[in-house]
């Protein structure tokens, strides 16, 4: 256990339609990462959260967005879902932003596009 | 293009059993190179963490070295488990502000009994 928590775990939705994932770092960490894998694509970096403010933006859509809370919570937005969206999104955290931090991920969300 | 490419794509290998994985990068500029292990469905558990100046860094029955020069790193697990097998995913971060982090394909390993 990386106590990093994700919720939801699982998530089934529409084409066009909107969800929110959200992810608690653990305790003490001030950065949030969130990647995308997909079975084709492989991991990906999306954006990165450090304390509050947006530090690093990687492969992530306009239609998706993330926000970092003064709790330190993270969620991501997923808007005008598409087919392609399926997969699993994680979350990871770390102490900092530096660049030798070890980032401990959590557990994912499946998210299932029909 | 900031590129991270493993070999071999998957491996099979008898409990007990040593093996070696490859990763080569053109990232630019580098920062750091790690090593994730990843079980099927679950997050990615970092193995080691390699700046520019370190060659070999080991974590238990695993090793991982960094060739700087020729941009290759290498994994090498030794008397391998049942518990090895996962996908194990080399990932180098760039030197800028963003410090973003380019993620190889993975090498998917399975340890037989």
């Known amino acids: 256990d990386s106590g990093v928590t994700q919720t939801p775990k699982h998530l089934i939705t529409a084409t066009g339609q909107r969800v929110t994932l959200r992810c608690s770092p653990r305790?003490?960490?001030?950065?949030v990462y969130w990647y995308q894998q997909s079975l084709d694509q492989g991991l990906q970096f999306l954006i990165h959260y450090y304390n509050g403010e947006e530090r690093a933006k990687g492969n992530i859509l306009e239609r998706f967005s993330a926000q970092q809370f003064p709790d330190l919570h993270s969620e991501l937005n997923l808007s005008s879902l598409e087919l392609g969206d399926s997969a699993l999104y994680f979350c990871a955290s770390s102490v900092g932003g530096g660049h030798t931090d070890t980032q401990y991920f959590g557990p994912g969300t499946r998210l299932t596009v029909l | 293009k900031n590129q991270v490419e493993q070999s071999p794509q998957s491996l099979i290998i008898l409990e007990g059993k040593n093996c070696t994985l490859q990763?080569?990068?053109?990232?630019?500029?580098?920062?750091?190179l790690r090593w994730y292990k990843q079980d099927t469905g679950r997050g990615p558990v970092s193995l080691t963490i390699?700046?520019?100046?370190?060659n070999t860094k080991s974590n238990g029955r695993y090793t991982a070295t960094l060739d700087a020069d020729t941009k290759q790193s290498s994994l090498h697990i030794t008397a391998s488990q049942l518990s090895d097998s996962a996908s194990y995913i080399c990932?180098?971060?760039?030197?800028?502000?963003?410090?973003?982090?380019?993620f190889g394909q993975g090498t998917e390993l399975s340890v037989k009994p």
């Open positions: 990932v180098v971060k760039e030197y800028n502000q963003g410090g973003k982090l380019i």
């Open positions: 990763c080569n990068y053109t990232v630019s500029p580098f920062s750091n």
């Open positions: 305790s003490g960490d001030l950065s």
């Open positions: 390699m700046t520019f100046s370190e």
